[in-house]
Protein backbone atom coordinates (compact mmCIF):
# COMPACT_ATOMS: atom_id res chain seq x y z
CA UNK A 1 0.00 0.00 0.00
CA UNK A 2 1.33 3.41 -0.92
CA UNK A 3 2.71 5.13 2.20
CA UNK A 4 0.85 8.66 1.56
CA UNK A 5 -2.33 6.88 2.33
CA UNK A 6 -1.12 7.24 5.65
CA UNK A 7 -2.11 3.25 6.63
CA UNK A 8 0.80 0.58 7.04
CA UNK A 9 0.22 -2.57 5.22
CA UNK A 10 -1.36 -5.36 6.33
CA UNK A 11 1.42 -7.64 7.90
CA UNK A 12 1.59 -10.76 10.07
CA UNK A 13 4.21 -13.18 11.29
CA UNK A 14 3.43 -16.33 9.10
CA UNK A 15 6.47 -18.28 11.04
CA UNK A 16 8.74 -17.87 14.39
CA UNK A 17 12.10 -19.74 13.42
CA UNK A 18 14.82 -21.10 15.49
CA UNK A 19 17.86 -23.55 15.39
CA UNK A 20 19.87 -25.45 17.07
CA UNK A 21 23.55 -25.02 16.27
CA UNK A 22 25.10 -27.56 13.41
CA UNK A 23 27.94 -27.64 11.58
CA UNK A 24 29.28 -27.11 7.96
CA UNK A 25 32.55 -28.87 6.59
CA UNK A 26 34.67 -26.62 4.84
CA UNK A 27 37.95 -26.94 4.17
CA UNK A 28 38.63 -29.82 6.66
CA UNK A 29 37.56 -27.79 9.18
CA UNK A 30 33.92 -27.64 11.33
CA UNK A 31 32.20 -24.24 10.93
CA UNK A 32 29.74 -23.36 13.48
CA UNK A 33 26.38 -22.40 12.31
CA UNK A 34 22.88 -21.18 13.79
CA UNK A 35 21.92 -20.78 10.18
CA UNK A 36 19.19 -24.04 10.00
CA UNK A 37 16.41 -22.37 11.13
CA UNK A 38 12.80 -24.15 11.80
CA UNK A 39 9.48 -23.38 12.30
CA UNK A 40 8.21 -24.37 15.55
CA UNK A 41 4.32 -24.25 16.70
CA UNK A 42 2.42 -22.22 19.84
CA UNK A 43 4.00 -18.99 21.44
CA UNK A 44 7.79 -18.48 21.96
CA UNK A 45 9.41 -16.07 23.96
CA UNK A 46 11.18 -13.13 22.74
CA UNK A 47 14.31 -11.95 24.85
CA UNK A 48 16.14 -9.44 24.62
CA UNK A 49 18.63 -10.57 22.78
CA UNK A 50 17.10 -13.77 20.96
CA UNK A 51 14.20 -16.04 20.83
CA UNK A 52 14.08 -18.86 23.04
CA UNK A 53 15.41 -22.05 21.47
CA UNK A 54 17.61 -20.41 19.48
CA UNK A 55 21.49 -20.39 18.84
CA UNK A 56 23.15 -17.48 17.51
CA UNK A 57 26.94 -18.86 17.33
CA UNK A 58 28.96 -16.16 15.74
CA UNK A 59 27.86 -13.14 17.88
CA UNK A 60 30.46 -10.67 16.73
CA UNK A 61 28.72 -10.99 12.80
CA UNK A 62 25.08 -12.39 14.33
CA UNK A 63 22.95 -11.08 17.70
CA UNK A 64 23.48 -8.71 20.17
CA UNK A 65 21.01 -5.78 21.09
CA UNK A 66 20.58 -4.36 17.07
CA UNK A 67 20.71 -8.25 15.31
CA UNK A 68 18.56 -9.83 18.48
CA UNK A 69 15.62 -10.91 15.41
CA UNK A 70 16.07 -11.36 11.72
CA UNK A 71 13.17 -10.78 9.66
CA UNK A 72 12.88 -11.92 5.97
CA UNK A 73 10.18 -11.38 3.64
CA UNK A 74 7.90 -14.76 2.54
CA UNK A 75 7.32 -12.79 -0.61
CA UNK A 76 11.05 -13.37 -1.47
CA UNK A 77 10.43 -17.00 -1.48
CA UNK A 78 9.28 -17.47 -5.08
CA UNK A 79 11.99 -15.38 -6.62
CA UNK A 80 14.50 -17.61 -5.27
CA UNK A 81 12.82 -21.20 -5.31
CA UNK A 82 12.97 -20.07 -9.49
CA UNK A 83 16.44 -19.04 -9.37
CA UNK A 84 17.40 -21.45 -7.46
CA UNK A 85 15.33 -24.05 -8.90
CA UNK A 86 14.52 -25.75 -5.47
CA UNK A 87 11.05 -25.67 -4.54
CA UNK A 88 11.54 -26.74 -1.09
CA UNK A 89 12.40 -23.67 0.44
CA UNK A 90 10.78 -23.36 3.00
CA UNK A 91 10.37 -20.62 6.36
CA UNK A 92 13.54 -20.42 7.79
CA UNK A 93 15.79 -21.15 4.80
CA UNK A 94 17.65 -17.22 4.96
CA UNK A 95 18.15 -18.03 8.26
CA UNK A 96 15.69 -15.85 9.43
CA UNK A 97 13.79 -16.06 12.47
CA UNK A 98 10.34 -14.09 11.51
CA UNK A 99 9.61 -15.18 8.08
CA UNK A 100 6.70 -12.52 7.46
CA UNK A 101 4.27 -11.12 5.20
CA UNK A 102 3.23 -7.23 4.23
CA UNK A 103 6.88 -6.30 5.51
CA UNK A 104 8.63 -5.67 2.41
CA UNK A 105 12.27 -3.44 2.19
CA UNK A 106 10.53 -0.37 0.64
CA UNK A 107 7.21 -0.30 3.17
CA UNK A 108 9.72 -0.75 6.79
CA UNK A 109 11.86 2.19 7.95
CA UNK A 110 15.15 2.52 9.87
CA UNK A 111 13.32 3.18 13.69
CA UNK A 112 9.93 1.87 13.16
CA UNK A 113 8.50 0.64 16.58
CA UNK A 114 6.78 -2.45 15.48
CA UNK A 115 4.22 -3.89 17.93
CA UNK A 116 3.97 -8.11 17.21
CA UNK A 117 2.52 -10.55 19.77
CA UNK A 118 2.93 -9.09 22.93
CA UNK A 119 6.62 -7.91 22.50
CA UNK A 120 7.35 -4.15 20.61
CA UNK A 121 10.76 -4.22 18.74
CA UNK A 122 12.73 -1.71 16.53
CA UNK A 123 14.16 -1.66 13.44
CA UNK A 124 17.51 -1.76 12.89
CA UNK A 125 19.14 -2.18 9.74
CA UNK A 126 19.30 -4.27 6.47
CA UNK A 127 20.69 -8.22 7.13
CA UNK A 128 24.27 -8.42 5.27
CA UNK A 129 24.70 -12.13 3.49
CA UNK A 130 27.42 -13.98 4.82
CA UNK A 131 29.05 -16.88 3.37
CA UNK A 132 27.22 -19.29 5.63
CA UNK A 133 23.88 -18.24 3.51
CA UNK A 134 26.57 -19.32 -0.12
CA UNK A 135 27.41 -22.97 1.81
CA UNK A 136 23.57 -23.51 2.61
CA UNK A 137 22.45 -22.55 -0.46
CA UNK A 138 24.75 -25.04 -2.26
CA UNK A 139 26.65 -21.77 -4.26
CA UNK A 140 29.38 -19.54 -2.97
CA UNK A 141 28.31 -17.28 -5.58
CA UNK A 142 24.86 -16.84 -4.44
CA UNK A 143 25.79 -14.70 -1.56
CA UNK A 144 26.42 -12.12 -4.47
CA UNK A 145 23.12 -12.85 -6.10
CA UNK A 146 21.06 -12.29 -2.66
CA UNK A 147 22.92 -8.98 -2.15
CA UNK A 148 22.70 -7.76 -5.22
CA UNK A 149 18.97 -8.62 -5.43
CA UNK A 150 18.34 -6.58 -2.61
CA UNK A 151 16.07 -9.35 -0.79
CA UNK A 152 17.71 -9.21 2.13
CA UNK A 153 15.30 -8.63 4.84
CA UNK A 154 16.34 -6.62 8.30
CA UNK A 155 17.06 -7.06 11.86
CA UNK A 156 14.92 -5.82 15.15
CA UNK A 157 16.25 -4.86 18.38
CA UNK A 158 13.81 -5.57 21.20
CA UNK A 159 12.37 -2.79 22.94
CA UNK A 160 9.77 -4.74 25.56
CA UNK A 161 10.09 -8.48 25.34
CA UNK A 162 7.07 -10.90 25.23
CA UNK A 163 5.60 -14.32 23.21
CA UNK A 164 5.01 -14.46 19.71
CA UNK A 165 3.89 -16.42 17.26
CA UNK A 166 2.46 -17.51 13.75
CA UNK A 167 -0.31 -15.83 12.88
CA UNK A 168 0.03 -12.82 15.04
CA UNK A 169 -0.54 -9.27 13.90
CA UNK A 170 2.62 -7.03 12.71
CA UNK A 171 1.32 -3.43 13.85
CA UNK A 172 3.24 -0.39 13.38
CA UNK A 173 3.75 1.75 17.00
CA UNK A 174 5.67 4.72 16.20
CA UNK A 175 7.61 5.67 12.75
CA UNK A 176 9.46 8.73 11.57
CA UNK A 177 8.17 9.22 7.94
CA UNK A 178 11.53 10.59 7.27
CA UNK A 179 13.34 7.93 7.99
CA UNK A 180 15.15 6.20 5.57
CA UNK A 181 13.70 2.87 4.09
CA UNK A 182 15.71 -0.59 4.78
CA UNK A 183 15.45 -0.35 1.04
CA UNK A 184 17.28 3.03 0.89
CA UNK A 185 19.56 1.78 3.71
CA UNK A 186 20.64 -1.26 1.37
CA UNK A 187 21.41 1.53 -1.20
CA UNK A 188 23.61 3.31 0.80
CA UNK A 189 25.46 0.32 2.56
CA UNK A 190 26.17 -1.72 0.06
CA UNK A 191 25.15 0.05 -3.44
CA UNK A 192 26.97 3.62 -3.17
Not at 92 to 106: I, K
Request: proline share 6%.
Amino acid sequence: MPESSGRWPAARLLSVNVAAERVFRLHQADVPTGIFKEPVSGRVKLTALTLAGDVQVDRRVHGGPDQAVYVYPSEHYPHFQQRLERADLSAGFFGENFTTEGLLEDAVRVGDVLGVGSALVLVTKPRSPCFKMGLKAGSARFVKELLESRRLGFYLRVLQEGEVGAGDSIRVVSRDPQAPTIADDIERRYFR
